[in-house]
């Protein structure tokens, strides 16, 4: 009985991952349907990092502000800063995007991009963006939080 017992939740263990697999999105595979986990497209995602990528370049501190969804939260040095708005976050920009996130966001591969229910990952987590946009409406696309 004993053997019959663990057979039994041997194969229900078996089916069970079978079954949930193909619900799980591969992290290394960037194709669309990883994103939708995040509530956008790959091409959304590769769109928005093209932008923040140009606004890093070009020092657009004012553009880059505008796609920030405030309150921001900032880690780093061991605590959580909430950027309130557009004007704090022009004032703290350098605080907020250090050498360290500007070098990831601006070496990030737009064919690399991880995407989890949390939203897309810039980097190793440097920069994370989400989308804010009503469902079936187009993608409103901004940082939601910095780890520097």
């Known amino acids: 009985m004993k053997r019959i017992i663990i057979n039994f939740l041997f194969l229900l263990g ?12 591969a992290q290394a595979d960037n194709t669309q349907s990883n994103f939708a986990i995040a509530g956008m497209s790959a091409t959304d995602a590769k769109n928005f ?6 606004n890093l370049k ?16 900032m880690n780093g040095n061991g605590s959580t ?4 708005n557009n004007k704090d976050f022009v004032k703290n920009f350098t605080t907020i995007f250090t050498d360290n ?4 966001v ?9 995407a989890n ?7 190793n ?24």
């Open 14 to 25: 078996l089916a069970s991952t079978t079954l949930l697999a193909p619900s799980i999105p």
């Open 49 to 54: 990092l093209a932008s923040l990528q140009k």
């Open 58 to 73: 070009d020092n657009a501190i004012n553009a880059i502000a505008a796609e920030v969804n405030y309150p921001l939260r």
């Open 81 to 84: 800063t909430m950027i309130k």
């Open 101 to 104: 996130v500007r070098n990831a």
């Open 106 to 114: 601006l070496q990030q591969d737009p064919n690399k991009l991880f």
């Open 117 to 123: 229910y949390q939203g897309v990952m810039i980097g």
């Open 125 to 148: 987590g440097q920069v994370w963006i989400a989308n804010y946009a009503k469902p079936n409406y187009n993608a409103k696309i901004l940082i939601k939080t910095v780890n520097n």
